[in-house]
């Protein structure tokens, strides 16, 4: 663990002539008074739509107006009311239409775990942090309480009115036990006392049974009953569902092809076994929300692995930010008696759902049933033409800079890299940056098996990765069991950076092989997200690189970066002097655009040079999947912006940004977000594209992206978003379904046999056994002299 070198040269830098964080972005000096018409005196937001603030009329002074600034929370709940559209979204096949109904809800956990409860922590502070919107937290909660209760009034509709009757006709149902038939009625209960009757632990509340700790997201049974005497309060006991057990259990119902029963609805049925003198008044599931932020002071931590294995077993017990109540008798006489045990705020806090708690735990009554009809069209990711059948994949790239669009084209050639590097005999090191890998990835087997066989093994592992820390402790061990030098990063900052570096002598010389990625090294999200990744032998990003692995391991930065742009050395600067640049290419009259795709926009210095770019005439095409604080078509200050978001198949992970810089055009892959967090608390890489091939085709990515008119939402400067309508008859143009063709068409263009050859030989593989017979047939036929 080393402390961030001071140094912020920025001599690589063009000259210039928000997967949630928990931190808000604060502009120094922000104002923490009412911005006209941005407060309500505490009311809640319209259940209808998105809170906006009135927009400026004109232009003013950028800097400070909190006017100017969409609030970051509440951007992000457009952001996952964009995912529950396409639950809603009948041209969506069925299965996929629940997939993203799991994700809004799963998304909303995350949320509340992070986001809410760190406002909920700030309101307890003598000193509040307050946004560049001027929202204090309080009023942050409260705006977010009632999007979030008119969302999820929304979800619910959508499953109960539409899913439930969609999944009835595909023959799926999901049933309450006393639906069932008196046979299978009797089996489901003999399968309770055998199978779930001897795990259950019935806790009574009272006073000599104070209220339980419940465990985050865990499913629990609130009880009712009566006392003996009418006068005292009614009993109440609290059933906690096993969460070892699946929810799901299969019943047969006839005329359907797949029929469940909740296990909580299981659990309800028998309650009375467990009170049988008590008079039962009610019975309801209940599921707790908690802080799951870890809190980690690292000077304070010798050890950062010890420290953050410590705090995960503590994480259990955060503070409650959120109680769901689902359908069930008696809640309504119990539920301020929760609210006092769980110490939250009954009405910003509590959510009653007409349903099932936590939809997305029910995504099990899809598995394997692989009827194509309900689901998307199927897709395998294309090997890209250079590394089919290769065997000198370190030929390959010192030819030529070789890109990859995931998941369009395939992350094995990644995967085969380091592979190829772990057995190879020449090479001498492989040094990597860890984020968010996967436990069983064939990258972690290749470093063990290079270490093993003597290869200096460098692995930057990032144990900060939220939601994934124990996880990456876990194989981090596994890697330095190997014998791989492990290194837990820089003190106070998050290694989110994607790099693989690879050293290998060649003719009495070393050279660098270097591959970049916007996306994690996960085989899983490699094909659900859309990243691109970089592989080149380029002297002076290898130069770089060994910088970057160097000032991640040692104790300084180098004097200058050749190539890359690094955060937090510099890149903040870097890309707010190009916006800058870009500005005063257009009041010079030269060409002036900036075209970017990212997942969050919120940083207020880079989102008011935009602002001052558009001032100056540049045209502003921005591409933000997630959060975007920027408000864009405000008269005299934002009209030239365009923001537009996609929705799709895959999660749009990318982070590509094109400059025209007067005509000497500048593009960049990224692994950062234009985020606070990213710029000044994560090591972070900003790579531009060289080689003019492969500049072409990623102008030809973002140009896609932002002509994308199927898929596409398009942001309002009152923070509302509406989803892109085509005049009747216009062709639209889906930038997903398009990438997909362009991966095929590529392999198609490659193939020698139909384009009369290549450098490397594709082999054919035979549709069937038939064909291979008769092929060899015809082969012996030849041979033999036989027409």
């Known amino acids: 663990m080393v402390d961030l070198p001071s140094s912020t040269d920025t001599s690589g830098a063009p000259d210039s002539g928000y997967d949630v964080d928990t931190a808000q972005a604060v502009r120094p000096g922000a104002s923490s008074g009412d911005p006209a018409g941005a407060r309500s005196g505490g009311t809640a937001a319209p259940a209808s739509g998105p809170v906006s603030i009135p927009v400026p009329s004109g232009p003013g002074p950028i800097e400070g107006d909190p006017a100017h600034y969409l609030n970051r929370e509440l951007s992000w709940l457009e952001f996952n009311a964009r995912v529950l559209s396409e639950a809603r979204a009948h041209e969506v096949p069925l299965f996929e239409r629940l997939k993203f109904l799991s994700i809004f809800f799963s998304n909303l956990d995350e949320f509340f775990m992070?986001?809410?409860?760190?406002?909920?922590?700030?309101?307890?502070?003598?000193?509040?942090?307050?946004?560049?919107?001027?929202?204090?937290?309080?009023?942050?909660?409260?705006?977010?309480?009632?999007?979030?209760?008119?969302?999820?009034?929304?979800?619910?509709?959508?499953?109960?009115?539409?899913?439930?009757?969609?999944?009835?006709?595909?023959?799926?149902?999901?049933?309450?036990?006393?639906?069932?038939?008196?046979?299978?009625?009797?089996?489901?209960?003999?399968?309770?006392?055998?199978?779930?009757?001897?795990?259950?632990?019935?806790?009574?509340?009272?006073?000599?049974?104070?209220?339980?700790?419940?465990?985050?997201?865990?499913?629990?049974?609130?009880?009712?009953?009566?006392?003996?005497?009418?006068?005292?309060?009614?009993?109440?006991?609290?059933?906690?569902?096993?969460?070892?057990?699946?929810?799901?259990?299969?019943?047969?119902?006839?005329?359907?092809?797949?029929?469940?029963?909740?296990?909580?609805?299981?659990?309800?049925?028998?309650?009375?076994?467990?009170?049988?003198?008590?008079?039962?008044?009610?019975?309801?599931?209940?599921?707790?929300?908690r802080n799951w932020d870890l809190e980690i002071?690292?000077?304070?931590?010798?050890?950062?692995?010890?420290?953050?294995?410590?705090?995960?077993?503590?994480?259990?017990?955060?503070?409650?930010?959120?109680?769901?109540?689902?359908?069930?008798?008696?809640?309504?006489?119990?539920?301020?008696?929760?609210?006092?045990?769980?110490?939250?705020?009954?009405?910003?806090?509590?959510?009653?759902?007409?349903?099932?708690?936590?939809?997305?735990?029910?995504?099990?009554?899809?598995?394997?049933?692989?009827r194509r009809e309900y689901r998307d069209e199927p897709f395998s990711p294309q090997v890209p033409p250079l590394f089919r059948d290769v065997e000198d994949i370190f030929a390959v790239i010192r030819e030529q800079d070789v890109l990859l669009h995931h998941p369009y084209e395939s992350f094995d050639p990644v995967a085969e890299f380091v592979s190829r590097a772990a057995d190879d005999p020449n090479v001498l090191a492989i040094k990597q940056t860890l984020y968010r890998t996967g436990g069983d990835s064939p990258i972690l087997k290749a470093l063990a098996r290079a270490a093993e066989s003597g290869k200096q093994v460098t692995a930057i592992v990032e144990l900060k990765a939220r939601f994934d820390e124990a996880s990456n402790i876990q194989w981090a061990r596994t890697?330095?069991?190997?014998?791989?030098?492990?290194?837990?990063?820089?003190?106070?900052?998050?290694?989110?950076?994607?790099?693989?570096?690879?050293?290998?002598?060649?003719?009495?010389?070393?050279?660098?092989?270097?591959?970049?990625?916007?996306?994690?090294?996960?085989?899983?999200?490699?094909?659900?997200?859309?990243?691109?990744?970089?592989?080149?032998?380029?002297?002076?990003?290898?130069?770089?690189?060994?910088?970057?692995?160097?000032?991640?391991?040692?104790?300084?930065?180098?004097?200058?970066?050749n190539r890359l742009l690094v955060a937090p050395l510099g890149l903040h600067e870097a890309v707010l002097g190009m916006i800058a640049r870009?500005?005063?290419?257009?009041?010079?009259?030269?060409?002036?655009?900036?075209?970017?795709?990212?997942?969050?926009?919120?940083?207020?210095?880079?989102?008011?040079?935009?602002?001052?770019?558009?001032?100056?005439?540049?045209?502003?095409?921005?591409?933000?999947?997630?959060?975007?604080?920027?408000?864009?078509?405000?008269?005299?200050?934002?009209?030239?912006?365009?923001?537009?978001?996609?929705?799709d198949r895959f999660l749009e992970h990318k982070r590509l940004f094109r400059f025209a810089n007067g005509g000497n055009e500048e593009v960049y892959m990224s692994s950062a977000d234009w985020m606070p967090r990213n710029f000044h608390r994560r090591v972070e890489l900003m790579i531009p594209m060289i080689e003019p091939t492969i500049r072409a085709r990623v102008e030809d990515m973002l140009s896609t992206a932002t002509s994308d008119t199927a898929k596409t939402w398009e942001l309002a400067s009152d923070g509302s978003y509406h989803k892109l309508?085509?005049?009747?008859?216009?062709?639209?143009?889906?930038?997903?379904?398009?990438?997909?063709?362009?991966?095929?068409?590529?392999?198609?263009?490659?193939?020698?046999?139909?384009?009369?050859?290549?450098?490397?030989?594709?082999?054919?593989?035979?549709?069937?056994a038939s064909d291979g017979e008769s092929r060899h047939r015809k082969a012996a036929k030849k041979k033999k002299g036989l027409p």
């Open 114 to 289: 992070v986001r809410v409860a760190g406002l909920q922590a700030q309101t307890l502070r003598t000193i509040a942090e307050v946004p560049p919107d001027g929202l204090t937290p309080h009023e942050q909660l409260v705006a977010i309480s009632a999007r979030v209760h008119a969302l999820v009034d929304d979800a619910y509709q959508l499953w109960n009115a539409d899913l439930i009757p969609a999944l009835q006709r595909a023959g799926i149902v999901i049933v309450r036990p006393d639906e069932l038939d008196p046979t299978e009625l009797s089996a489901l209960d003999d399968r309770f006392r055998t199978d779930i009757f001897p795990i259950l632990t019935p806790i009574a509340i009272d006073p000599g049974h104070p209220f339980p700790h419940l465990r985050n997201k865990m499913i629990n049974l609130g009880i009712m009953f009566s006392r003996e005497h009418e006068a005292q309060e009614p009993g109440f006991a609290v059933i906690q569902v096993p969460p070892m057990l699946s929810r799901l259990m299969r019943v047969r119902v006839e005329g359907t092809l797949r029929a469940f029963v909740l296990l909580e609805d299981v659990i309800a049925r028998h309650v009375k076994d467990f009170f049988p003198s008590g008079r039962l008044r009610g019975t309801y599931p209940f599921r707790v929300t």
């Open 297 to 370: 002071d690292e000077e304070e931590g010798e050890d950062l692995l010890e420290t953050i294995q410590a705090e995960l077993r503590r994480r259990d017990r955060g503070n409650a930010v959120r109680l769901e109540i689902g359908i069930g008798e008696g809640a309504g006489t119990s539920v301020q008696r929760l609210c006092r045990a769980l110490k939250v705020d009954s009405s910003l806090a509590v959510y009653r759902v007409p349903g099932p708690l936590h939809i997305a735990d029910l995504m099990g009554i899809l598995a394997d049933d692989e």
């Open 479 to 561: 890697l330095e069991q190997s014998g791989v030098q492990v290194i837990y990063g820089l003190l106070g900052l998050k290694t989110h950076a994607k790099a693989l570096l690879v050293v290998r002598r060649e003719k009495d010389k070393l050279r660098r092989y270097v591959h970049l990625s916007t996306g994690n090294y996960n085989p899983q999200t490699a094909r659900l997200y859309t990243d691109i990744g970089l592989f080149t032998a380029n002297r002076e990003i290898g130069e770089d690189m060994t910088s970057l692995f160097n000032l991640l391991t040692g104790y300084s930065a180098p004097p200058k970066w």
């Open 582 to 647: 870009e500005a005063a290419h257009a009041r010079a009259g030269r060409k002036a655009e900036i075209v970017a795709q990212m997942n969050a926009l919120v940083d207020v210095d880079v989102i008011d040079a935009l602002y001052a770019a558009s001032q100056a005439g540049v045209d502003i095409k921005l591409a933000v999947r997630g959060i975007c604080c920027l408000r864009p078509g405000i008269p005299g200050l934002s009209e030239r912006i365009q923001v537009r978001a996609i929705i």
């Open 725 to 768: 309508q085509m005049p009747p008859g216009a062709p639209a143009l889906r930038s997903q379904q398009r990438f997909i063709e362009l991966a095929r068409e590529r392999v198609k263009l490659s193939d020698p046999l139909a384009r009369g050859g290549g450098r490397f030989h594709i082999l054919r593989v035979p549709t069937s």
